[in-house]
């Protein structure tokens, strides 16, 4: 299933990223690690929900 339609992330790769971000990590800097930008925007909700779900946060702003 595809979580980002803009960059083509699958949730097995959003999970993943999460589970290797630092705690704390900003939300461009997770986008950032998967190697893509945020861009519309869209799927933002949803990969921070699979990154609570992975134990960690990020911050929005
Ligand atoms: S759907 Fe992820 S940035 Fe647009």
Do not use: W
Not at 14 to 25: I, M, N
Request: aromatic share 4%; charged share 25%; proline share 2%.
């Amino acid at each position: 299933m595809y979580i980002c339609i803009c960059n083509a992330l699958k949730e097995s790769t959003v999970r993943q990223a999460a589970r290797d971000c630092a705690p704390d990590t900003h939300v461009s800097d997770f986008y950032e690690s998967m190697g893509v930008e945020l861009q519309c925007g869209q799927c933002m909700c949803r990969a921070l929900d699979l990154l609570d779900e992975e134990s960690r946060s990020c911050q929005v702003a």
